[in-house]
């Protein structure tokens, strides 16, 4: 609770910011020291609550646990890691700069609110606070038209989904007289009612749709490539990281007894999301467009945490989100330094820059799921939850073949950097700062990959 007042402050705070001053340098500043405070309000909060005591507040429609809280932790820090790496790019977007760093402090509430709602009607807050903010970064750069349409797209796809996500909470409500979803525990299969199943399949849509599962992902590439590159940063893997966590926690927690009933459903959304997001990435010309599709890829190996409903599972899915976050953050980095972004405009960077070259090698590595990087033990995880669960060894088998072919489109770029010949152009220089940073990020992207337990002690 002290996480979801502090981010509304610093939101808040950055809005009265912009009306004070007009020097983005000095508003970026604060942006950055306020982040860095966030963070410490998140440690503080993980430090004072009991391990074996939830703390349960208003009318137990949020339960705040240590999972949650240190999921928050996490994201938060990815996304202090972001606004340093890219907020002289967040700079460059548009004039009104304390604005869009005041619309990322209040997706983190939203963030917050889904790590530890216990009730559907705080979940579909939850969601309203991370996405009404997104449709406006998106349409941020007002000089691009392609900006104005993603936020078009964006809001006209996620007010679809919205009235699905309320429909299925209505039918919930229908069939049980109860929005708590520790209540939805009492279903049981053998007295499962239409009403309450078609709820369970409505709320199932609406949730893939939030983490771009297939077939609920057309507007994604889209929008992600319309969108001010700095913000598809972010809308890719806080974001996405969060809206996952929701997907779980419903899931599992309210429907594990009922897994029978959905779990064939999203077994074969995950191997649909798993092959149209790798297969189409293969085609792209646009590394920025690639990612695009290499998130849906991702979120299909992220949906095998809902899948599997047992502990390793949500080891697997709080791995996954700091690994994938990480490195993608640091893809984009790389990308904003670059004036083209197809696979040409790569060529011959290890020449130019060896420094930005090598740490572009760590992030594909990483997202590719190579051995000794966050993204193979992120990959593992998962896995190994879905092999323990038992009925889904064929998936898996899936899942390893196409992370096989993810391969050839992140390869592609570094045979561009290191063995064509080019000479890229930059959009600005790459500072000694920037290098520093980025080495950070490199560095925690291999650390996760050889010490997972950094991440998965706390749970």
């Not at 890691?81 to 004039?95: E, T």
């Not at 991370?130 to 970064?137: K, R, T, V």
């Not at 929008?223 to 966590?245: E, N, Q």
């Not at 090598?358 to 051995?371: E, K, V």
Request: net charge positive; glycine share 6%.
């Amino acid at each position: 609770m002290k996480a979801i007042i502090a981010a509304t402050l610093l939101g808040i705070i950055l809005m009265f910011a912009g009306l004070a001053t007009k020097d983005k340098r000095s508003i970026a500043s604060i942006a950055v020291v306020g982040f860095l405070l966030l963070l410490g309000v998140n440690i503080w909060e993980l430090a004072t609550t009991s391990p074996s005591e939830p703390q349960v507040l208003f009318n137990n429609m949020l339960r705040i646990d240590r999972y949650g809280l240190w999921f928050n932790l996490l994201m938060t820090a990815c996304t202090l890691l972001y606004v340093m790496l890219v907020n002289k790019d967040i700079q460059r977007v548009g004039m009104h700069v304390a604005e869009y760093f005041a619309l990322i402090a209040f997706i983190l509430c939203g963030v917050y609110l889904l790590s530890s709602y216990n009730n559907v009607l705080m979940l579909f807050i939850g969601i309203e606070i991370i996405s009404i903010p997104q449709y406006i970064l998106a349409g941020s750069d007002k000089r691009n038209l392609k900006s104005s349409e993603a936020s078009l797209k964006y809001f006209l796809m996620g007010s679809f989904s919205t009235g699905i996500l309320l429909m299925g909470i209505v039918l919930l409500y229908g069939a049980t007289g109860t929005f708590n979803i520790v209540e939805y525990t009492f279903l049981q299969s053998d007295s499962l009612n239409p009403l309450a199943l078609s709820g369970i399949l409505f709320l199932m849509v609406a949730l893939s749709f939030k983490v771009s599962a297939v077939p609920m992902h057309m507007w994604t590439p889209d929008v992600y490539d319309g969108s001010p590159t700095p913000f598809t940063a972010f809308m890719a893997t806080i974001v996405k990281a969060a809206a996952f966590l929701a997907f779980m926690r419903l899931f599992s927690v309210s429907f594990g007894s009922l897994s029978d009933h959905w779990m064939m459903i999203l077994a074969i959304i995950t191997a649909a999301t798993l092959f149209v997001g790798n297969i189409t990435a293969v085609f792209q010309q646009s590394v920025k467009r690639m990612l695009a599709y290499s998130s849906i890829a991702q979120a299909g190996f992220m949906l095998f945490a809902i899948i599997a409903v047992n502990a390793t599972a949500w080891q697997g899915m709080i791995l996954y989100a700091v690994a994938y976050s990480v490195a993608t953050i640091g893809m984009f980095s790389v990308l904003l330094k670059l004036k083209d972004y197809t696979y040409d405009g790569f060529n011959g960077l290890a020449k130019r820059n060896p420094a930005l070259a090598f740490f572009t090698t760590i992030f594909l590595l990483s997202l590719a799921g190579i051995p000794l990087t966050g993204g193979f033990m992120a990959k593992y995880f998962v896995l190994m939850a879905a092999v323990k669960q038992g009925n889904l060894l064929w998936l898996v088998i899936f899942a390893l073949l196409m992370a096989a072919i993810s391969a050839y489109y992140y390869f592609r770029v570094i045979i561009a950097m290191y063995f064509k010949q080019g000479e890229p152009e930059f959009n600005s220089e790459v500072t000694g700062t920037d290098k520093l940073l980025m080495a950070i990020t490199c560095a925690l992207v291999i650390l996760i990959g050889c010490v997972p337990q950094l991440v998965l002690a706390n749970i």
